[in-house]
């Protein structure tokens, strides 16, 4: 075929720069996926960082009700965050279970990893549930809109993580460490993690500067 | 039961919208009853629904912009006629009619026209350019199509279940909030968006991860086709901007469903935010529009001259400058929000200076055609319209990134004038113009080329007369969105615009009869070779239409150009006889409902998300995570081609380009 055939090479190098490094074709499977998530996980980046501006905008807008420092109770943060902490690693300890196909402490690493998960979920839920119930919830004024939408939309997203979590499990529990699933598994990796990073800047511009007095 | 769904969503009192949804709807069901009468149903379920070919996906994108650019197109004929009667009069439009006519315009142009159009073209014509087999994610790029698809309907829909939203096609708050806007129209207007926008966003990913990781083998960076560099350019804005829309309609959304304050009046809410974070998307959304508009001029110029692209390197480097400084300029769309002539001029000034890259480009193209061989080919003559029209828009641009005059200009006709001058004198002749240089790679036979250079100049004119009037009465002080006016000095030229509506309308009415004599002529009009413009790179190396695998190897790239250079090397070889190498088999993504299913749970979510009908919100979420969990179920997601099929139809395709080399060598 005409295309593959060896031909001059009077037009590789037109600037004459130098050698040019031949680049050597399409990227196996498991980088082009892994990339693609990485660039996922960037955009929901950004997404976070959306929030997080709407939360330093609107942070000194409390409308007569309470500040930051008056509600955010530093025990359950520290608890959620070694929580979350833990899971990131039990969750690493599950990738490689996975990588080394040893079912049995893949799904010890993923159902810890899990249970942590719902804990850090309860503990935020108990949060919210108490403050509703005291009268502040988002409605109150934009300074609650703004923080219950950024650590609600974290919380989101480690509920959907969850969901996500139990389906991997399920899924090498009926077709085994098959190499689309582990593709799919370093996904989630990389997803929790991710999650992990951006609680860190939660816990840090909303519950550490918030909790100053 | 049904939520805010009853009767009287229906607008049983208006007759054009009833008129025009059932026109619609009989148009719809004689299509499906024909399909089905007839039994192409099976081929339309396996060929292109459930297809997830790159090239079957960015057709019926190009398709999806197609019909919607008819629907924004009779809502512009619409304006142009109630602004050129409503002098002294109420006209013939309802004021919240009319109100409703330009949101749904502007929000369908771009959304539904610009965007999957774009998008289509870059899907249909990356990976061939790149010399690979499929996009990185193949079943993923069906379900943003199907999803962006969702977002279309919805907006149809509101037509004649309810509203659409009467906020212009941003949705600024106060007036989108509840208090100011408390029917469904900004509740169709945000969920169709926030749906199409995934689709976006899954699109732009898809793409970035296709030219960063899937290239041919000796595809370097400095090789690509220009079309390619700025694809990546546009999708990594799509990737870096569209979270930003996402997180903005959500804010909106959680406004207006559970009573938070991020854009209200009371509690401590801030409308400038949504008009920052609204534009630190809109602003990039403009340029992830005309920079694969770009590429395509540098295609089509550089082909029809018969010359490499002058200064291809300056080339990649006003691309990506453009990417970079066309995030940093957001704040020029409110200089009166009052942040100070500091910010206003820091603003103002990057604005410039992305006329700067912008000149680049246009000068690059200039000097490609200086001593070419010029044809004046359809898309050529789209590009050089382009080339000419914007200018104009370019320099009004500069005008008002000066922050005093943009203060007298601000939301005039003269603004609508310079972006309707950027966006279809941009976007759509480029859209324009790739359809015409790649329809025959779509579908195997070429256009007609008379009914085409007539559809041309008759939009190219009707282009001009409409909007240089709008200039002028902008700066006669007219501003946007006038439902009626009383001033006699604006009269004529709204007249004049519309005369130009009129011959626009002619245009599109030539480009529509275009196709319709081409399909009907496609057996004279048919391209053996693959290779109808004499092209230069490697979409023309494979054959019209290409089979499902584009390649039968990944043709090995050894410079820019690259199929330029193989076929100046066969010329060179005199047709000397290869050794057949040796075929094998590929494997191909198989097709899969998943897009489709999706996208139907997805509709029914965003119906009933707008009309508050919770139970089958919880259904539609559901579904829509069944669909994955199904889709991830799947045990054989791939397909085997065998190595004497692929040769079979691989040398089918040599023979037609050795006659096409001989015949070259003969003349």
Known sequence: MAMTATYGHARTDPHHIGRVAEHAGPAPKRIVTAYGFWVFLLSDIVMFSCFFAAYAVLVSQTADGPKGSEIFEQRNVAIETVCLLLSSFTCGMASIAADVRNRFWFYLGMAVTCVLGLAFLSIEFREFADLVSRGYGPSRSAFLTAFFSLVGCHGLHVSAGVLWLLTMMAQVFAKGFRADILRRMMCFALFWHALDIIWVAVFSVVYLLGGAP | ?667
């Open chain 2, 1 to 667: 039961m049904l939520g805010k769904l009853d009767w009287s969503a229906i607008p049983f009192g208006q007759p054009i919208p009833l008129v025009a949804g059932a026109v619609v709807l009989v148009a719809i069901l004689g299509v499906l009853i024909w399909v089905v009468v007839k039994g192409h149903l099976p081929y339309l379920w396996h060929e292109w629904i459930t297809s997830v070919d790159h090239k079957r996906i960015g057709v019926m994108y190009v398709l999806l912009a197609s019909v919607m650019l008819l629907r924004g197109g009779s809502d512009a004929i619409m304006m142009r006629i109630q602004q050129a009667i409503a002098y002294q009069s109420q006209g013939y439009l309802p004021p919240e009619h009319y109100n409703q006519i330009f949101s749904a315009h502007g929000t369908i142009m771009i959304f539904f026209v610009a965007m999957p159009f774009v998008i289509g073209l870059m899907n249909l014509v990356v990976p061939l350019q790149l010399g690979v087999r499929d996009v990185a994610f193949p079943t993923l790029n069906s379900v943003g199509f199907w999803l962006t698809a969702t977002g279309a309907l919805l907006v149809n829909v509101s037509l004649v279940v309810g509203e659409f939203a009467r906020t212009g096609w941003l949705a600024f708050p106060p007036l989108s909030e509840l208090s100011y806007s408390p029917g469904v129209g900004v509740d169709y207007y945000a969920w169709s968006l926030q749906i199409s926008g995934v689709g976006t966003l899954v699109a732009g990913i898809n793409l970035v991860t296709t030219v960063l990781k899937l290239r041919t083998r000796g595809m370097n960076y400095l090789r690509m086709p220009m079309f390619c560099w700025t694809t990546l350019a546009s999708n990594l804005l799509i990737v870096a901007a569209f979270p930003i829309l996402t997180a903005t309609l959500a804010m909106l959304l959680l406004d207006r469903y559970l009573g938070f304050h991020f854009f209200t009046n009371e509690a401590g809410g801030n409308v400038m935010m949504f008009m920052n974070l609204i534009w630190a998307w809109g602003h990039p959304e403009v340029y992830i529009l005309v920079l694969p508009a770009f590429g395509i001029y540098s295609e089509v110029v550089s082909t029809f001259s018969g010359k490499p692209l002058f200064g291809y390197r300056s080339m990649v480097l006003a691309t990506m400058a453009i990417c970079v400084i066309s995030f940093m300029v957001w704040l020029h769309h409110f200089f009166t929000m009052g942040a100070g002539p500091d910010v206003n001029a820091i603003f103002g000034i990057a604005s410039m200076i992305i006329a700067v890259p912008t000149g680049v480009k246009i000068y690059n193209w200039l000097f490609t055609m200086y001593g070419g061989r010029i044809r004046f080919a359809t898309p050529m003559l789209w590009s050089v319209g382009f080339m000419v029209t914007f200018i104009i828009g370019g320099l009004t641009g500069v005008l008002v990134a000066v922050p005093p005059a943009d203060f007298v200009l601000h939301n005039s006709m003269f603004l609508v004038a310079h972006f309707h001058n950027v966006i279809i004198g941009g976007v759509l002749f480029g859209a324009f113009a790739g359809f015409e240089y790649w329809f025959p790679k779509a579908f195997g036979f070429r256009l007609d080329e008379r009914w085409g250079k007539a559809g041309f100049w008759f939009t190219f004119t009707g282009f001009w007369i409409t909007f240089m009037p709008l200039y002028v009465v902008g700066m006669l002080g007219m501003t946007r969105r006038m439902q009626h006016y009383d001033v006699a000095a604006w009269r004529p030229w709204m007249l004049v615009a519309a005369i130009g509506m009129a011959v626009l309308t002619i245009g599109v009415v030539c480009q529509v009869m275009q196709l319709v004599v081409s399909i009907r002529n496609r057996a004279a009009l048919r391209d053996r070779t693959g290779d109808p413009w004499d092209g230069r790179s490697l979409e023309w190396a494979t054959s019209s239409p290409p089979p499902v695998f584009n390649f039968a190897f990944h043709p090995d790239v050894r410079g820019e150009d690259a199929y330029w250079a193989m076929k100046q090397h066969a010329k060179e070889q005199q047709l000397a006889h290869h050794a057949e190498p040796e075929y094998e088999d590929i494997e191909m993504p198989r097709n899969s409902p998943t897009g489709f299913v999706c996208a139907f749970f997805a509709t029914i979510t965003g119906f009933a998300l707008i009309w508050h009908i919770w139970w089958m919100v919880i259904l539609g979420v559901l579904g829509a995570f069944a669909t994955f969990v199904v889709f991830a179920w799947r045990d054989h997601d791939e397909y085997v081609i065998p190595a004497a099929e692929v040769a079979r139809i691989d040398r089918v395709n040599i023979e037609e380009r050795r006659s096409l080399v001989s015949m070259a060598g003969a003349i």
